[in-house]
């Protein structure tokens, strides 16, 4: 490989000749060979937005020369269109704060801004990745800020899928509204319920984390850009703070705004983590209820076979025939994922000290990894799973004929005692309660068939009573 050598403020370092980046990115890639991973695209594409509408806001200001500003601005374009892709390329297990990244991002583009100059590739006498750039930047802002509107990004790609979700479950609620089956806690017979109960229920929890989510978003719109090294603004004039935040929104159309304490937006990483927090909340529900999906479809001959799941694939290399419920499989692995996820977010935030959290690149690559993982597996989720589930009314009805907590509808009219022993009575024989009860003579049948009316007793109210 053909190299060139460039050279930092610790002296000459060898790059590949065709790099766009310079001697501060090799170095970083010397430094940091440890995942193999490269950043998070929504990460680069709002570094790039910051670098661009900073251009425009100290051209504005008269302290960045035209020409350099707007090849600055081209060279942005370029990037933010998908060109320079293979550019960015520092591992998210990087030096503190981002340094790495963000010397990265002004590398590349201080380099093509000056071959759109007629600069060759490695000469940075033209444009400068500090100079110009970075200008009325540190890390310090710029890393911070480009997390937000990443995350903002990222989100803006789960919502339509969480929604997408939330309808599918609804819509199965509607389905099999009409499926009377016995309800079950720790795992034991208890009192009737709907089928579609159970997932409008779903529908409802995950309707609840959307609205979570969303309660952490204003946080994440007001800014730190301008705060630069301390959040005091040294360098970057308060003309320049108003126009770069004016510039970002126009570009991404977030509702962006100027952060009040400026200060306060450098130190404090907690914003990040109540987004993160939020997705594990998201993600605990996702868990549960794919739990319930597997369990409900468990058989098929010996589980409880109450709902089927679409087959997707083969489930056995060895058991011909044998199919798993695959999706749900994975979207707990999703979940787990995510939860351990927030766990790193949780202890990275609490590692800020004085003036600068510098843990930030490991709370960008796992939240951002998290909003991707939940975007790509709620969907499919909902498209390969939920839409496709049918539910056996055989089987619910069977259970909740047989199930020994049809004694709790009764006890109103029989006392907890001897409802009790009607229980006792019906596991201990294998009859049914409706049987024992009219064996007894405790209740007429025509009374028994009154109370126990199927729908009814899914409603609130003591049935059998108008």
């Not at 550019?87 to 759109?116: C, I, K, W, Y």
Request: net charge negative; proline share 5%.
């Amino acid at each position: 490989m053909s190299t060139r050598i460039e050279k930092d403020t610790l002296g000459e370092v060898e790059v590949p000749a065709d790099a766009y980046y310079g001697a501060q990115t090799a170095r970083a890639l010397a430094n940091f060979p440890i995942s193999g991973l490269k950043p998070h695209p929504a990460l680069v594409w709002s570094t790039l937005v910051i670098k661009k509408c900073a251009a425009g806001a100290n051209m504005a200001t008269g302290r960045l020369p035209q020409e350099l500003g707007e090849a600055i601005v081209r060279a942005a374009d370029e990037a933010i269109a998908g060109g320079l892709a293979d550019q960015f390329v520092v591992d998210p297990f990087q030096a503190g704060a981002g340094t790495s990244h963000n010397m990265n991002v002004n590398e590349v583009l201080a380099a093509r801004a000056g071959e759109l100059l007629g600069c060759d590739r490695g000469n940075r006498q033209k444009v400068h990745p500090n100079d110009h750039v970075n200008m009325a930047q540190s890390t310090n802002d710029v890393f911070p800020t480009a997390m937000r509107i990443a995350s903002l990004r990222l989100v803006e790609g789960l919502r339509p899928v969480l929604e997408g979700l939330q309808n599918e479950l609804s819509e199965k609620g509607r389905e099999f509204d009409g499926i009377i089956k016995s309800g079950r806690t720790h795992l034991q017979d208890a009192v009737p319920i709907r089928l579609g109960q159970e997932f409008e229920a779903y529908a409802t929890a995950i309707r609840k984390n959307m609205e979570a989510i969303e309660r952490t978003l204003p946080e994440l719109c007001e800014l730190g850009i301008g705060a630069t090294a301390v959040g005091t603004g040294l360098n970057a004039e308060d003309q320049y703070i108003d126009l770069v935040v004016a510039g970002i929104e126009a570009e991404t159309g977030f509702p962006v705004r100027r952060g009040g304490n400026l200060v306060e937006r450098t130190q404090n990483m907690e914003p990040f983590l109540a987004l993160s927090s939020a997705l594990k909340g998201l993600s605990a529900n996702l868990v549960r209820i794919s739990n319930d999906l597997r369990l409900l479809a468990s058989g098929p001959r010996t589980g409880l076979g109450e709902i089927s799941l679409p087959a997707v694939q083969p489930g056995s290399s060895i058991m011909p025939g044998k199919v798993n419920p695959s999706i749900a499989e994975m979207m707990n692995m999703v979940g787990f994922q995510v939860m351990g996820a927030d766990t790193v977010v949780a202890l990275a935030v609490q590692a800020g000290q004085l003036e600068l959290n510098v843990m930030m690149p490991v709370i960008a690559y796992n939240l951002l990894f998290s909003l991707e993982i939940l975007t790509n597996g709620v969907r499919k989720f909902s498209e390969a799973c939920i839409s496709g589930i049918t539910a056996s009314q055989t089987r619910c009805l069977r259970y909740f004929e047989e199930s020994v907590g049809l004694v709790t509808v009764l006890a109103p009219y029989l006392g907890y005692e001897a409802a009790a022993e009607v229980a006792k009575e019906s596991v201990k024989t294998g009859r049914s309660v409706r049987d024992i009860i009219v064996a007894r003579e405790l209740l007429t049948p025509q009374m028994l068939a009154r109370i126990l009316d199927p729908y009814p007793l899914t409603t609130p109210g003591v049935p059998g009573q108008k």
